[in-house]
T-cell receptor
Framework: NAGVTQTPKFRVLKTGQSMTLLCAQD?????MYWYRQDPGMGLRLIHY???????AKGEVPDGYNVSRLKKQNFLLGLESAAPSQTSVYFC?????????????FGPGTRLTVT | AQKVTQAQTEISVVEKEDVTLDCVYE???????LFWYKQPPSGELVFLIR??????QNEISGRYSWNFQKSTSSFNFTITASQVVDSAVYFC????????????FGKGTRLHILP
């Protein structure tokens, strides 16, 4: 049981390049989330999904897109990377159909945009 | 509005001292859930505790204890006899019952335990 995995673990992009971060969970969780963590800012929600085929905006969605084509996968895309998107990105999922329960986090992806 | 405040940005204590991390929250809902997560230097996020708004009993787990006080909207976390391995960033978080699709995290408190 791998839990929540994220691919890749590290990435360096040049301004304007695009990339997709993959989050996968094998716990059959309904809810999935993408956060970014910046120094002194805590965890900020980018986008989330309450089920397969659904997505919603979080606190800081600009510059990102997401897709949840399969229940187990949640993709985060950067169409044109900017230095302001340098951050550590965490994916999380929640058992059951609510966010009232604990979130299971992936190991994080460290992204640097130069 | 939903808000979590961790006023202590960074704390340093000497090993074996007790330390309390503060968490103050704001919510319009009467039913809500509070969490603490730990992020050690390795970077992963570790779940510590979940508490619902109807359960005001304090909780103890080994050297860890949590004090939930609805009257002051606080959910403080105490580490007794701290150890170097407790060095981490600790996050408090809130989920409201009427908005069951996400939780809000505080900005975290970085705890240094000095040997």
């Amino acid at each position: 049981n791998a839990g929540v995995t994220q691919t890749p673990k590290f990435r360096v992009l040049k301004t304007g390049q695009s990339m997709t971060l993959l989050c996968a969970q094998d716990m059959n969780h309904e809810y999935m989330y993408w956060y970014r963590q910046d120094p002194g800012m805590g965890l900020r929600l980018i986008h989330y999904s309450v089920g397969e085929g659904t997505t919603a905006k979080g606190e800081v969605p600009d510059g990102y897109n997401v897709s949840r084509l399969k229940k187990q996968n949640f993709l985060l895309g950067l169409e044109s990377a900017a230095p302001s998107q340098t951050s550590v990105y965490f994916c999380a999922s929640t058992a059951d159909e609510t966010a009232k329960l604990r979130q299971y986090f992936g190991p994080g992806t460290r992204l640097t945009v130069t | 509005a939903q808000k979590v405040t961790q006023a202590q940005t960074e704390i340093s204590v000497v090993e074996k001292e007790d330390v309390t991390l503060d968490c103050v929250y704001e919510t319009r809902d009467t039913t809500y859930y509070l969490f603490w997560y730990k992020q050690p230097p390795s970077g992963e996020l570790v779940f510590l505790i979940r508490r619902n708004s109807f359960d005001e009993q304090n909780e103890i787990s080994g050297r860890y204890s949590w004090n939930f006080q609805k009257s002051t909207s606080s959910f403080n976390f105490t580490i007794t006899a701290s150890q170097v391995v407790d060095s981490a960033v600790y996050f408090c978080a809130l989920s409201e019952a009427y908005r069951d699709d996400k939780i809000i995290f505080g900005k975290g408190t970085r705890l240094h335990i000095l040997p």
